[in-house]
């Protein structure tokens, strides 16, 4: 009976100090993912933008590209402080935790806190790269049309301008019969990414000289999202593995306590 109480113990030493060490890895890696996002995102930011804002002012696409990048540069910054409080919290250094602030961030309340805004940042990080994946999608799509030559670029232009027209006033001069329909067509609009508020401002003759080898900085965008994406779940796992750590912990302390009281 000893022995296997003694085995047991060690078995449990074990994977404390397994669990120990995967909070430390996945926080470590979820922080060099933030990072290399946030260089990536602020690399490729100046030709997003300029293709975005080139597609008009009825388009939030480049408004939502600097959200995107605020999002980053924030993400990076929760993952500094929850990095920082895994490893204090881990390695115990005994001189920062004299200090209240660091003995309060090392705390489970503060990674129960912590985990919570990594999870809300992976969700605004979820909906932002699908937005730029729209966006992708549509810069795209123009690009092809702008390498088709000036032909197809003009009758494009007229498509783009009778829909723009239409979504405005309601009225097509060229549809005698008047078979469009405006509140079919605004229901069947998106709220997510508005066709009819790009269409009403889109002009291919000043969105084209901008979209000159646009596709792989845009590829280069999004993909910083993803990695932003993943980092935040990761950190959200390893400060949720660090918090019940550290729950155990602070109750063993607290019926130390009582017994000690008794």
């Not at 890696?29 to 490729?44: P, T």
């Not at 329909?181 to 508005?194: C, Q």
């Not at 980092?231 to 959200?236: D, E, F, G, P």
Request: charged share 15%; aromatic share 10%.
């Amino acid at each position: 009976q000893a022995w296997s109480s003694g085995e047991s113990c060690g078995l449990g030493c074990t994977m404390a100090v397994c669990v120990k060490g995967n909070n430390v890895y996945a926080s470590s890696f979820a922080l060099l993912m933030s990072v290399v996002a946030w260089c990536l995102g602020i690399a490729a930011f100046g030709k997003v933008a300029e293709a975005f804002g080139s597609m008009g002012s009825g388009t939030i696409l480049r408004d939502s590209a600097f959200r995107a990048v605020i999002h980053l540069s924030l993400s990076m910054i929760l993952n500094i402080v929850s990095f920082m409080a895994i490893c204090c919290s881990t390695f115990h250094f005994e001189q920062a935790m004299k200090f209240d602030v660091v003995h309060s961030l090392t705390s489970s309340t503060a990674f129960c806190v912590l985990r919570i805004a990594a999870f809300t940042t992976f969700l605004v990080q979820l909906a932002c790269s699908s937005l730029m994946l729209v966006g992708m999608s549509s810069v795209l799509t123009l690009d092809f049309i702008c390498h088709m030559g000036s032909t197809v670029q003009f009758h494009a232009q007229e498509v783009i301008w009778e829909i723009g027209n239409f979504t405005l006033t309601g009225r097509d001069p060229f549809d005698p019969y008047h078979t469009g329909n405006l509140g079919e067509t605004k229901a069947a609009d998106t709220r997510f990414v508005s066709v009819a508020s790009m269409m009403q401002h889109l002009s291919l003759e000043r969105f084209c000289p901008y979209s000159e080898n646009v596709g792989a900085q845009l590829f280069i965008f999004w993909s910083s999202g993803i990695a932003s994406l993943v980092s935040q779940a990761l950190m959200a796992i390893a400060l949720n593995g660090e918090k019940e750590r550290i729950s155990v912990h602070e109750e063993h302390e607290e019926a130390r306590g009582v017994a000690g009281m008794v």
